[in-house]
């Protein structure tokens, strides 16, 4: 099995590097945030052994590493990942100059100050209690579980519980089911923050591709008729007719069967970043193997709200199997500045996240809650608006992206990014170069579990239509800048810190 860094660094992308350019690898891959501060790197023989290179090459490569500071060395303690002392200037401004493309959110709704001041009264009327609120007030738990229903999938307000945000619920079931050592599936790309709650609760993640495109229907149909032959799909003239969207479902199949992950972290609507959405009849296939090898689903609805023109609405993927804990958030669809979460899941299972909730957290702000409940009542006012942000933001996207010869921006029907192909593994160099023209945009593989999907640039859709135009503006700048053949500088390199 390869280590955790060669995973990271991609072993093809690195393939005949010398050792200044293995040590700058290393390098992005720590200020990238995919190896931590103080965990242990291969010894430089096991790296060798792995790479196929001189152990005098890789020894070469940890010296540059720690003259820099990048990494520790003691005796007898192996190599660790370190940081520099003394934070060297970044190229990139940190003022309001620059255009932050790492974080794909919108502004609040217009609504939200309304809803602020109408949520007054409630909070108020909750003054004479202690303040704290374990499971979440039981009108917004009602509140989210009818929205769940209006959805196609019946829930009581007894399964709900309300968070601190979407991450922080991932974090609490992790903290009460969690075991570590065990697999995790997860897609990739993913939401990087989860795989790192992931790693940080002791898992081994072990990824299945998703895409923009479809995948050999014909495999998919082996496998998931071979997972469960007794229930079928719906057939036309013999065939069974699957819709396959962006999921590799075969592999992803094949690896709950063979892998028999202890968890899967999977976000079925408008998929972050690539702006899929899961098939409902995969759904039901991927739901049921997963009960058969034990695998608890956690699915990441923050996203399912942000529907442009899908022009479909598939039932959530709860309402394949009670077993599924489905996590939500009122962030992209309200405000980031909202931190306000919840879980749906099985009274039994929400039992123990009470029982483990008190160990890090005694509940969640009451007048987000209050406010919360106001926004929940009015959701086709709110989703009307999203709707109307993210057509007007993608066709700002596809506008600024237009000519820029060699990028392709797929259908995006919903969600927060478009996933651009750049048509070459060039995604880290074009992130480094944009920084130089005063726009942060993380390179495609922040995203992934193995430093892969370079080609690959994510870009929000979330940016006013005046704002994403002159980001866009910028990214064309650094993109004809590296067509004409301009090298980053290698300070810069040091210092790829992406979000």
């Given at each position: 099995?390869?280590?955790?860094?060669?995973?990271?660094?991609?072993?093809?992308?690195?393939v005949?590097?010398?050792?200044a350019?293995?040590?700058?690898?290393?390098?992005a891959?720590?200020?990238?945030?995919?190896?931590?501060?103080?965990?242990?790197?291969?010894?430089?023989?096991?790296?060798a052994?792995?790479?196929?290179?001189?152990?005098?090459?890789?020894t070469?490569?940890?010296?540059?590493?720690?003259a820099?500071?990048?990494?520790?060395?003691?005796?007898?303690?192996?190599?660790?990942?370190?940081?520099?002392?003394?934070?060297?200037?970044?190229t990139?401004?940190?003022?309001?100059?620059?255009?932050?493309?790492?974080?794909?959110?919108?502004d609040?709704?217009?609504?939200?100050?309304?809803?602020?001041?109408?949520?007054?009264?409630?909070?108020?009327?909750?003054r004479?209690t202690?303040?704290?609120?374990?499971?979440?007030?039981?009108?917004l738990?009602?509140?989210?579980?009818?929205?769940?229903?209006?959805?196609?999938?019946?829930?009581?307000?007894d399964?709900?519980?309300?968070?601190?945000?979407?991450?922080?619920?991932?974090?609490l079931?992790?903290?009460?089911?969690?075991?570590?050592?065990e697999?995790?599936?997860?897609?990739?790309?993913?939401?990087?923050?989860?795989?790192?709650?992931?790693?940080l609760?002791?898992?081994?993640?072990?990824?299945?591709?998703?895409?923009?495109?479809?995948?050999?229907?014909?495999?998919?149909?082996?496998v998931l008729?071979?997972?469960?032959?007794?229930?079928?799909?719906?057939?036309?003239?013999?065939?069974?007719?699957v819709?396959?969207?962006?999921?590799d479902?075969?592999?992803?199949?094949?690896?709950?069967?063979?892998a028999?992950?202890h968890?899967?972290y999977?976000i079925?609507?408008?998929?972050?970043?690539?702006?899929a959405?899961?098939?409902e009849?995969v759904?039901?296939?991927?739901?049921a193997?997963?009960?058969?090898?034990?695998?608890?689903?956690?699915?990441?609805e923050?996203?399912?709200?942000?529907?442009?023109d899908?022009?479909?609405s598939?039932?959530?993927?709860?309402?394949?199997?009670?077993?599924?804990?489905?996590l939500g958030?009122m962030?992209?669809?309200?405000?980031?500045g909202?931190?306000?979460?919840?879980?749906?899941a099985?009274?039994?299972?929400?039992?123990?996240?009470?029982?483990?909730?008190?160990?890090?957290?005694?509940?969640?702000?009451?007048?987000?809650?209050?406010?919360?409940?106001?926004?929940?009542?009015?959701?086709?006012?709110?989703?009307?608006?999203?709707?109307?942000?993210l057509?007007?933001?993608?066709?700002?996207v596809?506008?600024?992206?237009a000519?820029?010869?060699?990028?392709?921006?797929?259908?995006?029907?919903?969600?927060?990014?478009?996933?651009?192909?750049?048509?070459?593994?060039?995604s880290?160099?074009?992130?480094?170069?944009a920084?130089e023209?005063?726009?942060?945009?993380?390179?495609g593989?922040?995203?992934?579990?193995?430093?892969?999907?370079?080609?690959?640039?994510?870009?929000?859709?979330?940016?006013?239509p005046?704002?994403?135009?002159?980001a866009?503006?910028?990214?064309?700048?650094?993109?004809?800048?590296?067509?004409?053949?301009?090298?980053?500088?290698?300070?810069a390199?040091?210092q790829?810190?992406?979000?």
């Amino acid at each position: 099995m390869a280590s955790r860094l060669v995973e990271q660094l991609g072993a093809q992308n690195i393939v005949g590097a010398s050792a200044a350019e293995l040590s700058d690898h290393i390098r992005a891959v720590i200020l990238d945030g995919r190896m931590t501060v103080g965990e242990r790197l291969p010894s430089e023989r096991a790296l060798a052994f792995e790479l196929r290179r001189s152990r005098s090459t890789v020894t070469r490569a940890y010296d540059l590493l720690e003259a820099d500071g990048y990494v520790s060395r003691l005796h007898g303690g192996g190599t660790r990942v370190a940081l520099p002392n003394a934070r060297v200037p970044p190229t990139a401004p940190e003022d309001d100059t620059a255009i932050d493309l790492s974080i794909a959110s919108m502004d609040s709704t217009p609504g939200l100050y309304d809803a602020t001041v109408r949520s007054l009264p409630r909070l108020a009327a909750l003054r004479g209690t202690s303040g704290y609120s374990l499971q979440g007030l039981p009108e917004l738990r009602d509140a989210v579980a009818q929205r769940f229903a209006q959805r196609g999938l019946p829930t009581s307000a007894d399964e709900i519980i309300i968070t601190s945000g979407a991450l922080n619920a991932l974090n609490l079931i992790l903290t009460a089911i969690g075991r570590r050592g065990e697999r995790a599936l997860v897609e990739q790309p993913t939401f990087p923050h989860a795989m790192e709650s992931l790693h940080l609760h002791g898992y081994r993640v072990v990824p299945t591709p998703v895409d923009v495109d479809g995948w050999d229907a014909a495999h998919l149909m082996e496998v998931l008729l071979r997972a469960r032959p007794q229930q079928h799909f719906q057939e036309v003239g013999g065939v069974p007719a699957v819709d396959v969207d962006g999921w590799d479902a075969a592999h992803l199949m094949e690896v709950l069967l063979r892998a028999r992950p202890h968890v899967a972290y999977l976000i079925p609507d408008f998929h972050n970043p690539t702006g899929a959405t899961l098939p409902e009849e995969v759904r039901d296939r991927i739901t049921a193997t997963a009960r058969n090898a034990g695998t608890h689903l956690i699915v990441d609805e923050t996203t399912a709200e942000l529907d442009i023109d899908r022009g479909r609405s598939p039932a959530p993927l709860g309402a394949f199997g009670p077993h599924v804990i489905t996590l939500g958030s009122m962030s992209k669809i309200a405000w980031g500045g909202m931190r306000l979460g919840w879980i749906r899941a099985e009274r039994k299972l929400i039992s123990r996240l009470l029982a483990v909730r008190p160990s890090f957290e005694l509940g969640t702000a009451l007048l987000e809650q209050c406010i919360a409940v106001e926004l929940l009542a009015d959701m086709p006012a709110l989703t009307s608006h999203v709707r109307a942000r993210l057509l007007a933001g993608r066709d700002a996207v596809s506008e600024g992206l237009a000519g820029m010869g060699g990028l392709t921006m797929p259908a995006t029907p919903g969600g927060l990014s478009a996933w651009v192909d750049l048509g070459a593994p060039v995604s880290t160099r074009l992130a480094l170069a944009a920084r130089e023209h005063g726009l942060i945009v993380p390179p495609g593989p922040r995203f992934t579990t193995g430093g892969v999907l370079e080609r690959r640039l994510r870009i929000p859709i979330t940016l006013t239509p005046e704002r994403t135009a002159e980001a866009m503006s910028r990214l064309r700048a650094a993109w004809e800048s590296l067509q004409a053949g301009a090298s980053v500088p290698d300070r810069a390199l040091q210092q790829t810190a992406v979000i």
